[in-house]
Nanobody, 127 residues
Framework: QVRLAESGGGLVQAGGSLRLSCAAS????????MGWFRQVPGKEREFVAA????????YYADSVKGRFTISRDNAKNTVNLLMNSLKPEDTAVYYC????????????????????WGQGTQVTVSS
């Protein structure tokens, strides 16, 4: 059974930093592109960042580019999201997701391309 478990969310002041982690189990982690998405109540889920199976390619939403960094450790089956210079508009529930091998990299920001999802972790940025 596949499980993605996010951790590291919390309350932080604007300008601060948080590091989210996602631990994966039940899948061959190194064969999956990993992504982070976020969602605010009443709004659609939004792509944040993705990293290829090898870690050699990354992609970010324009809204987080230069502030967030995605990384992975295939030996530990984990993917991380380091969030710096946080803004109140970054407040959301953040989800980790896994996308199967062999799909087009250009569609990495489409949530319907992902096969497995975590339960999410709340990030709240106060002004």
């Amino acid at each position: 059974q596949v499980r993605l478990a996010e951790s590291g969310g919390g309350l932080v002041q604007a300008g601060g930093s948080l590091r989210l982690s996602c631990a994966a189990s039940g899948l061959t982690f190194s064969r999956y592109t990993m992504g982070w998405f976020r969602q605010v109540p009443g709004k659609e889920r939004e792509f944040v960042a993705a990293i290829s199976w090898s870690g050699g390619s990354t992609y970010y939403a324009d809204s987080v580019k230069g502030r967030f960094t995605i990384s992975r450790d295939n030996a530990k089956n984990t993917v991380n999201l380091l969030m710096n210079s946080l803004k109140p508009e970054d407040t959301a529930v953040y989800y980790c997701a896994a996308r199967g091998y062999g799909r087009r990299w250009l569609s990495v920001e489409l949530d319907n391309e992902y096969d497995y999802w975590g339960q999410g972790t709340q990030v709240t940025v106060s002004s």
